[in-house]
């Protein structure tokens, strides 16, 4: 399954973005979809993920009521909503598929290149 990840660029601290990724192939057949985020110098993180396992949505901490994560099956796509964005979202982010838990650990078994969010003081 290939991902591309599309919607990022340069924004304001306080403002918003809508993230899309499109899947090659399906995604409902997966345990969960999601997107990744790494900054500059650090780790990758996972940021949301909505999980077909248990038919929920889950957000690291620092990103929730801030964040929310939509899917259209039928279109395999996902995107992920962005408000009051923060100067430490700024990172790439990348769509990924696998278990929620795994995933929000940073860990996935598929994910695609990302696109760049960069928000500024």
């Known amino acids: 399954v290939q991902l591309q990840a599309s919607g990022g660029g340069l924004v304001q601290t306080g403002r918003s973005l809508r993230l899309s990724c499109v899947a090659s192939?399906?995604?409902?057949?997966?345990?969960?979809v999601g997107w990744f985020r790494q900054a500059l110098g650090k780790s990758r993180e996972g940021v949301a993920c909505?999980?077909?396992?248990?038919?929920?949505?889950h957000y690291r901490d620092s990103v929730k009521d801030r964040f929310t994560i939509s899917v259209v099956n039928a279109n395999n796509t996902v995107y992920l909503q962005m408000n009051s964005l923060k100067p430490e979202d700024t990172a790439v982010y990348s769509c990924?598929?696998?278990?929620?838990?795994?995933?929000?650990?940073?860990?996935?078994?598929?994910w695609g290149r990302g696109t760049q969010v960069t928000v500024s003081s």
């Open positions: 192939g399906s995604i409902s057949q997966n345990y969960g």
């Open positions: 990924a598929l696998g278990p929620c838990k795994l995933l929000l650990s940073g860990v996935a078994e598929y």
């Open positions: 909505a999980s077909y396992q248990d038919g929920k949505d």
